[in-house]
């Protein structure tokens, strides 16, 4: 995947920093394309930005080393590249599912999980920008302009679309089924793991990992990353007052197949990786039993198990 965008990058002969200043345009250029279509139009377009952009993190987050100023990228600023590329791929795969529903709870729902990810971020962005010192910093000052400018129009669209909707839809008569046990389960701790990295990222990261410090992009992604969580844990916690039992196993669904991704790259890097300490371990085995709580309530096993059976009866036909 590398050598590929090197040969791309190569072909169009793009300076690093051009590739940079090209980056602010064409953001502001589709921000004022989609927005004023509404707010399916934002979702749908947001959503597609999200899986692709997400799905390049995942495969390569190396990406992240256009930012750096000075030094390159380590395991850990990689790693959480990658984590982010998940949540992404979550939020998107989940609109995927439900773009379908009459649910009006299930669609306020997304709104408000990309409203908050979007101003926490645009608060973070602000707060490196306000603070930058270049002397201490390892990314320019064009990095923090343009994720302040960026997220904090997106954050004006999602919240302007989300406070406009008289119905937030959504009923409290709606909270005996066992979905919502691992709903509930998934909220708590996507929403504590969100708000521990987004206030605490030094302190989780020392923990599992053999660093003794964060530098600024270390401490940077590790709160977009809790921000991504805490969108989630939005999205699984008001699923539980969503009409529609297919809506909240679609959530249940989307975030068990993160999850499943999460627990993967956790365990390759654990094994591959000397970046992180034996205490990661542990974090592997809660994903783990999270990702098993949220293809359970998903039913997941017996959609594959029924798809398998159709699949070896038109093999036999």
Known sequence: ????????????????????????????????????????????????????????????????????????????????????????MAMAFTHYLTRNSTDKGTEINLLWSRTVLCGAVFLLSVVHLVNYTEKEE????????????????????F????????????SADYLSSRTNLHLR?????????????????????TFQTKLVSLDSMHDYAARVMGAGFLALGITSGRANNCHTEDDKKSVLLSHGLANGVF?????????????FSQWHI???????????NDLMGSE??????????????????
């Open 138 to 157: 390892r990314a320019p000052l064009f990095v923090w302009k343009i994720s302040a400018l960026v997220t904090g129009l997106y954050f004006a669209a």
């Open 185 to 205: 389960i998934d909220f708590f701790i996507f929403f504590l793991h969100g708000l521990m990295a987004y206030c605490f990222p030094a302190t989780i990261a």
């Open 159 to 170: 919240l302007f679309y989300s406070l406009r909707e008289d119905d937030w839809g959504g």
């Open 1 to 88: 995947m590398a050598s590929v965008l090197k040969s791309v990058k190569g072909l169009f002969s793009i300076p690093d920093d051009t590739l940079m200043q090209l980056s602010l345009p064409a953001a502001l250029l589709m921000f004022a394309v989609i927005v004023p279509w509404g707010r399916k139009s934002l979702m749908n377009t947001t959503s597609i930005i999200f899986a692709a952009k997400g799905f390049g993190l995942l495969l390569y987050p190396e990406a992240v080393k256009f930012w750096f100023l000075r030094g390159s990228p380590d395991g850990l600023h990689l790693q959480e590249m990658r984590h982010i590329g998940i949540i992404l």
């Open 263 to 275: 627990f993967l790259t956790m365990l390759l890097c654990q094994v591959f990786s000397n970046v």
């Open 282 to 292: 542990y974090g592997i085995c809660v994903v783990l039993l999270v990702t098993l």
């Open 300 to 317: 997941a096993f017996g959609i594959l198990k029924d798809f398998l059976k159709r699949f070896k009866s038109n093999k036999e036909e």
